[in-house]
Antibody, heavy 115, light 115 residues
């Protein structure tokens, strides 16, 4: 079964950092590009970042550029999102998704930025 | 002006057809774009439905019923998701997406209510 499982979410203070992880199974992880997409409470979907199968190229949404870093470890079948300088506007459920079609989604991990 | 605009809501009766539009911003021609569609039910992650570029270049998501189909309306500069034979289980939020200038952009989402 193709599966994506996110972890690492939680409550963090404004200005703080958090690292999200996404564990992939059921497919050849190293062959596919991956993305992070987020959804603020009661809001729509917002794409965050893309990484190709070979780690280059990488793209970011303007809203996170310079603060977030996407990475992957193909040997560990894992995707990561390092989030720094967090603000309340970053509060959302963060989803890991497969390929540029977003054809598989994880269940998401909640990130809450609040003092 | 947003890159992709969707009507906020749509209501239809069981068994009817529902046509969801995803309009591209003026100046961005829908012709060469691939339009992706997702369904999201409350409390669940989005699910990939299909992608549509043209009648000769389209893809149905795994397990997605054939009553979900995609098309384009060039005159309206829009992508269209047609749901035929509406069922109560189709009640959900629907999002379109395109890749534009090395960034993924989601539409604002349409809430479909089956009366």
């Amino acid at each position: 079964e193709v599966q994506l499982v996110e972890s690492g979410g939680g409550l963090v203070q404004p200005g703080g950092s958090l690292r999200l992880s996404c564990a992939a199974s059921g497919f050849i992880f190293s062959s596919y590009s991956m993305n992070w997409v987020r959804q603020a409470p009661g809001k729509g979907l917002e794409w965050v970042s893309y990484i190709s199968s070979s780690t280059s190229p990488i793209y970011y949404a303007d809203s996170v550029k310079g603060r977030f870093t996407i990475s992957r470890d193909n040997a560990k079948r894992s995707l990561y999102l390092q989030m720094n300088s967090l603000t309340a506007e970053d509060t959302a459920v963060y989803y890991c998704t497969k390929t540029d079609a977003f054809d598989i989604w994880g269940q998401g991990t909640m990130v809450t930025v609040s003092s | 002006q947003a890159v992709l605009t969707q009507p906020a809501s749509l209501s239809a009766s069981p068994g009817a057809s529902a046509s969801l539009t995803c309009t591209l911003r003026s100046g961005i021609n829908v012709g060469p774009y691939t339009i992706y569609w997702y369904q999201q039910k409350p409390g669940s992650p989005p699910q990939y439905l299909l992608r549509y570029t043209s009648d000769s270049d389209k893809h149905q998501g795994s397990g997605v019923p054939s009553r979900f189909s995609g098309s384009k309306d060039a005159s309206a500069n829009a992508g269209i998701l047609l749901i035929s034979g509406l069922q109560s289980e189709d009640e959900a939020d629907y999002y379109c997406m395109v890749w534009h200038s090395s960034a993924s952009v989601f539409g604002t989402g349409t809430k479909v209510t089956v009366l």
